[in-house]
């Protein structure tokens, strides 16, 4: 496969725990041979660093600053910039893409909707919904809650992840016949490591991406060798600890 995209990555300009900005990304990815990037700033849900008290229109403009601070950098040097965003809900987070500015500003309600109604409203608009780092342990997290009903797909690699983490991911996916992304969730460039996706052909936006997505089009990922090998046993006492959300039980929440 020919391009190499990120399809996870938070900037200082709109997320709170962002160490980057865009145009630091920029160049980074562009010396890495990245074809891509995609900035996807934790949204209202999550760790945003945009005040809440503000009007929405101009929440908005500054949530996308961190998206328009790399794509004029990416103009300049040759990478090209898309727009998405990270939402969170109970811990379980979703990657969206396929939003535009003008439709969030008219849409504030987007803020409160469900898993199920995100889902349904992102698809109405044109857009397509991925779960992010879906067996994610943190001790700030109760449980894992696993959204396969709503989402299109699940991010099976994260270089944020316990290699483990990222290995359940993979065979749950596998088992569940799920479409599969990869992305660096980066905060900060240069990093240690970058995932991301290998695509066969160029993005002229990100609706192309989407319509990958959406229908489950050839999509390699680009992860190190071995990410996805899994241990005789199945769970290490970590995860043993933890009750595993069924999907009965979240589809109660929405």
């Not at 090209?80 to 535009?100: K, M, S, W």
């Not at 319509?211 to 489950?216: E, H, I, N, S, T």
């Amino acid at each position: 496969m020919g391009y190499l995209y990120e399809t996870h990555l938070h900037t200082c300009l709109a997320s709170a725990c962002g160490v980057s900005t865009g145009k630091e990304h920029v160049h980074f990815y562009r010396d890495q041979g990245f074809a891509g990037i995609i900035v996807t700033d934790h949204f209202f849900g999550g760790n945003t660093c945009i005040p809440r008290d503000l009007p929405w229109e101009e929440r908005i403009d500054r949530f996308f600053r961190g998206y328009e601070d790399a794509w004029e950098e990416g103009q300049k040097v040759g990478l090209d910039v898309f727009f998405g965003l990270e939402q969170n809900f109970d811990f379980d987070e979703y990657l969206i893409y396929g939003l535009t500015r003008e439709y969030m500003k008219a849409h504030p309600e987007l803020e409160h909707w469900t898993r199920r109604q995100q889902l349904e409203e992102v698809h109405r608009a044109g857009g397509a919904v991925i779960q992010a780092h879906p067996f994610r342990i943190r001790d700030y997290m109760d449980r894992i809650r696993l959204g396969e009903l709503f989402a299109d797909g699940v991010e099976a690699a994260n270089a944020g992840n316990e290699p483990l983490d990222d290995a359940r991911a993979w065979a749950w996916a596998r088992e569940k016949g799920l479409l599969m992304t990869a992305g660096s969730d980066n905060h900060h460039s240069p990093a240690r490591q970058l995932f991301g996706v290998e695509l066969e052909e160029k993005l002229g936006s990100i609706a192309d991406y989407v319509r990958l997505l959406r229908g489950r089009g050839r999509i390699g990922l680009h992860v190190p060798e071995g990410r996805f090998i899994m241990p005789e046993w199945t769970m290490d006492e970590r995860h043993r600890a933890w009750h595993l959300e069924e999907n009965e039980e979240i589809r109660a929440l929405d």
